[in-house]
């Protein structure tokens, strides 16, 4: 008997366990299609429609970025960084006011940039930074 209340005791706990570890997906996915939305402006040719990606903004997002901006942040990441070879995914962080994701691209200007996308409480895009990171070549 204490067998079976101690494997249904086991079992519940880590099916708890699971559930609260699980709580931050739905907000991830979100988030990431809205990044994955917005970085489609230095990866593909054909760069998104202004109103497909600031549907996705916050209001002073929209006000920072207004189209014009938006059309020339393509020629200013590729003027600085050089054409993008490959970005993946890298962090999700939670905040009190929001949420931060984090992908690191391959440039052929530059061996690794941080792309680090800012998110409010509903879920829209605050604010975004490029970062060059220093990448120590390996000692023989």
Known sequence: MKKVIFTVTLIMMM????????????DLNKEQKVAETFMEVFTKDQIPAYDVVSKDFSDTLKTNVNEKAYKDLSKQIKEQYGNVKEVKFYNFQRFDQGDRVTYVAAFDKE?????????DKDKKLTDYV???LQVEEASK
């Open 111 to 119: 061996q690794a940039v941080a792309i680090m996308l800012a998110f």
């Open 130 to 132: 490029f970062t060059p």
């Open 15 to 26: 099916a708890f366990s699971g559930l609260c570890f699980a709580a931050d997906g739905n």
